[in-house]
T-cell receptor
Framework: GNSVTQMEGPVTLSEEAFLTINCTYTATGYPSLFWYVQYPGEGLQLLLKATKADDKGSNKGFEATYRKETTSFHLEKGSVQVSDSAVYFCALSDLLNTGNQFYFGTGTSLTVIP | DTAVSQTPKYLVTQMGNDKSIKCEQNLGHDTMYWYKQDSKKFLKIMFSYNNKELIINETVPNRFSPKSPDKAHLNLHINSLELGDSAVYFC??????????????FGPGTRLTVL
């Protein structure tokens, strides 16, 4: 079956530190992979996505590369800001096998301190 | 201009009451979803409708009943509310197209508190 495993939080970093949030997946087919961000009191927003192996998604300084060999989609940012404090969700969608059902990780809470 | 909207944003009610949460999307999508997010931020899919037909119905109590009057609306009705129903409920929508990368668009959430 399909599933997503994320590193547990919470994560606390100082401003300008390097961020990595690990995400690995299990899928029967060839899924698309996503990172969503949830700011306090808001709904989830798409941060970036990748649809096939070796694709790199990027947005707002965040990057993640679809690694089929390690079944991973780790989120990285070179220099975090206080405004990046949020909960980050890794997700997969396997259109051919399970339609547009999304499989979300448990979320990783990030706090960036000045 | 809001893509996916939900009402109300906050809902406080007593145990045993019946309540509804409404969701509307103006993106022209054919698929809508309800998720429940608990206090630890864990997201659980509850229901999904495609063109007004139920396609995902996860294990939720039958006190929860979704209703889709048209493609742009998916409402959630909850009977006999219990303390454990307290959570944030998110509506989402997407367009299912084969071969396409179909992100889901989320509403702002409805925080339900059962006293």
């Amino acid at each position: 079956g399909n599933s997503v495993t994320q590193m547990e939080g919470p994560v606390t970093l100082s401003e300008e530190a390097f961020l990595t949030i690990n995400c690995t997946y299990t899928a029967t087919g060839y899924p698309s992979l996503f990172w969503y961000v949830q700011y306090p009191g808001e709904g989830l927003q798409l941060l970036l996505k990748a649809t096939k192996a070796d694709d790199k998604g990027s947005n707002k300084g965040f990057e993640a590369t679809y690694r089929k060999e390690t079944t991973s989609f780790h989120l990285e940012k070179g220099s975090v800001q206080v405004s990046d404090s949020a909960v980050y969700f890794c997700a997969l969608s396997d259109l051919l096998n399970t339609g547009n059902q999304f499989y979300f990780g448990t979320g990783t809470s990030l706090t960036v301190i000045p | 201009d809001t893509a996916v909207s939900q009402t109300p944003k906050y809902l406080v009610t007593q145990m045993g009451n019946d309540k509804s949460i409404k969701c509307e999307q103006n993106l022209g999508h054919d698929t809508m979803y309800w998720y429940k997010q608990d206090s630890k931020k864990f997201l659980k899919i509850m229901f999904s409708y495609n063109n007004k037909e139920l396609i995902i119905n996860e294990t939720v109590p039958n006190r929860f009943s979704p209703k889709s009057p048209d493609k742009a609306h998916l409402n959630l009705h909850i009977n006999s509310l219990e303390l454990g129903d307290s959570a944030v409920y998110f509506c989402a929508s997407s367009q299912i197209q084969q071969g396409q990368n179909n992100e889901q668009f989320f509403g702002p959430g409805t925080r339900l508190t059962v006293l």
